[in-house]
């Protein structure tokens, strides 16, 4: 079969023929049915401080992935030939297109543990996107933000992890407004559910926040989000837009705020966005293309010309 596999920094994916992959004991095989692109996937074209993260090179790349079980192992138990699955890239199992081939091909070999149950009207491309973006979204609104009904949130930014972030939070019951600078896609933060949008989160000077979840990470952002929050409230950080925060110990202290990091999430977050998205209440806004166009792909998020998710339908 053919695969888009990562070679070297500074070099362009080479679509090379490997062999279809077997299941062994305790492993199952996938045909793929989605796989999504991610900013992590430029980065690791663009910056030598992913190759460390690599078991091997070459290697077939993609950790957002959605497909069929095809072929189950020795062994292998709670799964069968036919299941609709998600691949989970934070468990023990390993991160796809790291820690062994990932998704950018027809099959994939994959442990069970790393595998999630798709809901039957949920999609393909809506279960390739739950994978990474929705897993990292709820663990931010929900596993570290706590957010519950009730709760006045902001959301800073609103790009492929904002908008489910945003719409998230209203589903569980929050009053939520976001802070964008592009403003362009404001009405698309107004059409998710928020109740107002800004360019900055210090532009709501009437809003007690609950709960901040900065998905941008510009440094500034997180040190506004501090600035702001309510006494004993909590700053989530996702985003890496900045490497680094210049925070005022003051605002820290005096606001009693809990900051914390948010990296990634578990199945748990992915049942989640699961059962969000089989209330056909999470919709994200998803461009889909063909397997063919995967490095064209790449190539429009790494110029920011992509609204959204961008996933490879199969």
């Known amino acids: 079969m053919k695969a888009w596999q990562f070679t070297n920094t500074h070099e362009p994916l080479a679509l090379n023929d490997v062999p279809d992959p077997i299941a062994g004991p305790g492993q199952v095989?996938?045909?793929?049915?989605?796989?999504?692109?991610?900013?992590?996937?430029?980065?690791?074209?663009?910056?030598?401080?992913?190759?460390?993260m690599l078991a091997k090179r070459p290697i077939t790349i993609g950790h957002e992935n959605a497909g069929v079980i095809s072929?189950?192992?020795?062994?292998?138990?709670g799964?069968?030939?036919?299941d609709r699955v998600g691949v989970c890239p934070t468990t023990a199992a390993g991160a796809p297109g790291y820690s062994f081939d990932g998704g950018f091909a027809p099959k994939m070999l994959i442990a069970p543990?790393?595998?999630?149950?798709?809901?039957?009207?949920?999609?393909?491309?809506?279960?390739?996107?739950?994978?990474?973006?929705?897993?990292?979204?709820?663990?931010?609104?929900?596993?570290?933000?706590?957010?519950?009904?009730?709760?006045?949130?902001?959301?800073?930014?609103?790009?492929?992890?904002?908008q489910v972030g945003t719409r998230i939070a209203?589903?569980?019951?929050?009053?939520?407004?976001?802070?964008?600078?592009?403003e362009s896609v404001w009405d698309n933060a107004r059409a998710a559910g928020a109740t107002g949008v800004a360019k900055s989160i210090t532009d709501f000077p009437d809003v007690t926040f609950d709960v901040i979840v900065d998905f941008a990470g510009f440094g500034t952002t997180t040190?506004?989000?501090?600035?702001?929050?309510?006494?004993?409230?909590?700053?989530?950080?996702v985003g890496m837009g900045k490497l680094e925060s210049t925070i005022s110990t003051k605002s820290l202290i005096l606001n009693q705020c809990r900051l914390v990091g948010s990296n990634g999430g578990t199945k748990d977050d992915v049942a989640g966005v699961y059962g969000y998205m089989a209330?056909?209440?999470?919709?994200?806004?998803?461009?889909?293309?063909?397997?063919?166009?995967?490095?064209?792909?790449?190539?429009?998020?790494?110029?920011?010309?992509?609204?959204?998710?961008?996933?490879?339908?199969f």
């Open 113 to 162: 543990q790393a595998l999630v149950p798709i809901p039957d009207n949920v999609s393909f491309v809506l279960g390739a996107a739950a994978t990474d973006a929705g897993m990292t979204s709820h663990a931010a609104v929900i596993t570290q933000g706590g957010v519950s009904s009730g709760d006045t949130v902001g959301i800073i930014g609103f790009g492929g992890l904002g």
């Open 279 to 313: 209330t056909g209440e999470l919709n994200p806004t998803i461009t889909t293309i063909s397997f063919d166009e995967i490095p064209e792909g790449l190539e429009k998020l790494h110029r920011g010309e992509v609204v959204g998710r961008l996933v490879c339908e």
């Open 79 to 82: 799964f069968s030939v036919g």
């Open 223 to 237: 040190a506004q989000a501090v600035d702001i929050i309510r006494r004993d409230g909590t700053v989530v950080v």
């Open 29 to 52: 095989v996938l045909d793929m049915k989605a796989a999504g692109l991610c900013h992590s996937d430029v980065g690791l074209l663009e910056d030598e401080g992913w190759l460390s």
């Open 170 to 182: 209203v589903l569980a019951g929050a009053t939520v407004y976001v802070a964008e600078v592009n």
């Open 71 to 77: 072929q189950v192992g020795g062994g292998v138990t």
